[in-house]
């Protein structure tokens, strides 16, 4: 499987609360690495800017990995539109050129935890219905981490209801089987 996490580093995140999602993160690429078979792993992180953090790459030692994931920095940041281009940036940078295996499931997790304003609602369904559509097709989970996010929200941007919603990142630990099972369900192309 190829693996993309889009991560979201905004206000109101506090430090912990950015701390935790890497974790979570962390864990979830580890929990995905020993049930597949073989995984490629990157990472977008929005906040202040978008950018693709981890490229797209083999995964050949976990511990670097993770160590990889909980470094990642950025500077919180108001501004939620972001997601739109991280999205984007998925699809142009992580899932594009050579990084990305033909024939073999894509997958991006979307870790989000500010409800998108109504006038942008759009163009977040309009970026992923890109991202499930590019080539191969890529799969969505969503994970939001907030109770003020939108059901509706989560269902949009992930493919067939693979979503899944917490009050905030210390409580999403919980959801990690369930996404290996969908994973591995992608996997196996069901």
């Not at 109101?12 to 690495?33: D, M, V």
């Not at 998925?90 to 990084?99: A, G, I």
């Not at 097709?137 to 949009?156: P, Q, R, W, Y």
């Not at 992930?158 to 919603?165: A, D, E």
Request: glycine share 6%.
């Amino acid at each position: 499987m190829d693996l993309c996490l889009i991560l979201e580093n905004t206000l109101p995140t506090n430090e912990n609360e950015w701390y935790l999602e890497k974790e979570f993160a962390s864990e979830l690429t580890a929990a995905l690495y020993y049930a597949l078979d073989s995984l490629h792993v990157g990472a977008v992180v929005f906040g202040e800017t978008t950018a693709l953090t981890l490229p797209l790459q083999k995964v050949e030692n976990i511990t670097e990995v993770r160590k990889e994931i909980e470094s990642f920095s950025g500077s919180l940041f108001p501004w939620t539109y972001l997601l739109a281009n991280a999205i984007y940036k998925t699809k142009d940078n992580c899932f594009s050129k050579n990084e990305d295996r033909p024939g073999v499931a894509n997958l991006a997790i979307i870790a989000s935890r500010t409800k998108p304003s109504s006038i942008i609602f759009n163009d977040y369904i309009k970026a992923a219905d890109l991202l499930r559509k590019s080539k191969g097709g890529t799969s969505m989970i969503a994970v939001g981490a907030n109770n003020s996010l939108d059901i509706e929200f989560l269902k949009h941007i992930s493919s067939g209801g693979n979503y899944f919603k917490a009050a905030s990142f210390s409580e999403v630990s919980q959801f990690i089987q369930p996404i290996v099972k969908h994973a591995l369900d992608i996997a196996a192309g069901k």
